[in-house]
């Protein structure tokens, strides 16, 4: 694990900081990296749409690693390490907000669209990024949970309740909580107001506090944002053949009728169809744990694995845009820029990431259960 790790460490940064491809059109030519792809857009007043990629192409998938790897190393010297607790909580949430693998497939659109437009040159970066895609997948194969249990059992700092912690410490008919960053099931404690994991220190809840109250919040904000991000254009071209506004639409219709269908296809699935069957299903969801309804508690649990597994996808198309505003830059020639859909489309992809979280799939199958607790 340590190796692999080190290795996709490496290939980390060679993606990072070294050019993705180069276009070469009328005497011009322009490249682009990941990071200056992104200031262009903080340049343009995208500051939000310029951050949100950032964290999500560059800071997370850094913090997974090098928190894995300093992890790994010590573990591997027989020793647990400082902050140990922290770091593999942080590993656990960069984890779900990565997106290395959609930004490559964006890369590879972005390249096709590019080959109509210019002379296309890749460079080292693409292949780093595409090396990093397949380490990373090994990487994300394995469950940090098994570094908690490896850990436990080796000297290092500790916190306080971890120096009296035991694993047989379950009181016989109480209810159990499982904390939801390290695995360890526990007994619930009626004497305290608040529970934290005895192991990482986070807080247990038997439910998630407010969780359909904030599901419908972020699901009603996601949804009157798609409107906009629909309408209104993700892009602006200004060539010697006037000024044209591309919406994600024209976008799919642009590949379809240009002899690429199935990348037109999969534009269509990532940015339409998909939100949309996020929006209806987070819906759905919230709906029935809100009336507490006993239908098909089993369908409706693998329909919000389905969500939560192609919610990250729908930042297909604002990675495209990054990489098209930062490669078409000829001067007189033709320029694009980044339009208001494209913030409203990111802040839609990311408000129901957040509602899919928010919601407890535990809800679902409160009412079966005869002995359940009114959770909601």
């Known amino acids: 694990m340590a190796a692999i790790t080190m290795a996709a460490v490496f290939t980390f940064l060679i993606a990072q900081f070294f ?5 070469e059109v009328g005497g011009y030519n322009t490249s682009a990296t990941l990071l200056g792809a992104i200031r262009v857009l903080w340049m343009e007043q995208m500051q939000l749409v310029a951050v949100v990629v950032f964290l999500f192409t560059m800071l997370l998938p850094a913090v997974e690693l090098a928190s894995l790897l300093y992890v790994t190393m010590s573990l591997r010297s027989g020793r647990r390490p400082a902050g140990f607790d922290h770091l593999l909580r942080a590993v656990g949430m ?8 959609v930004l490559m497939i964006g890369i590879l659109i972005t390249i096709v669209k590019m080959t109509s437009l210019a002379e296309v040159v890749v460079h080292p ?7 990093l895609t397949m380490m990373l997948a090994i990487v994300v194969s394995f469950d940090p949970k098994t570094l908690w249990n490896i850990g436990e059992h080796l000297p290092g700092p500790r916190r306080v309740a971890q120096k009296t912690f035991k694993y047989a410490a379950l009181v016989k008919g109480a209810p159990l909580l499982a904390c939801h960053a390290c695995g360890l099931v526990e007994s619930l404690k009626y004497t305290v107001r608040h529970q934290y994991c005895a192991r990482c220190g986070a807080r247990l809840h038997r439910r998630r506090p407010d969780s359909v109250g904030r599901t419908w919040a972020f699901l ?24 044209e506004d591309d919406t994600i639409i024209s976008g799919v219709v642009y590949f379809w009728t240009s002899g690429s269908p199935a990348l037109a296809v999969i534009i269509f699935i990532a940015s339409i169809v998909v939100p949309v069957l996020k929006l209806v299903a987070l819906g759905l969801l919230a709906w029935t744990a809100q009336r507490r309804s006993r239908w098909q508690p089993l369908q409706r649990t693998v329909l919000y694995r389905i969500v939560e597994f192609v919610g990250r996808w729908s930042m297909l198309d604002i990675f495209v845009i990054t990489l098209t505003v930062a490669l078409v830059r000829f001067q007189s020639l033709a320029v694009i820029t980044a339009g208001p859909g ?16 928010q919601f407890d799939p535990r809800l679902i199958w409160d009412p079966v259960d005869t002995h359940g607790e009114k959770h909601a």
């Open 19 to 23: 050019p993705i491809v180069e276009l």
């Open 94 to 101: 960069a984890r779900r907000w990565g997106m290395t693998e």
């Open 125 to 131: 970066g693409l292949f780093a990024f595409g090396a």
């Open 220 to 243: 009603l904000a996601a949804t009157i944002l798609y409107i906009p991000a629909n309408l209104l254009p993700v892009m602006h071209t200004h060539s010697l053949f006037g000024k």
């Open 342 to 357: 494209a913030l409203a489309f990111c802040a839609v992809v990311v408000l129901t990431m957040i509602a899919s979280m």
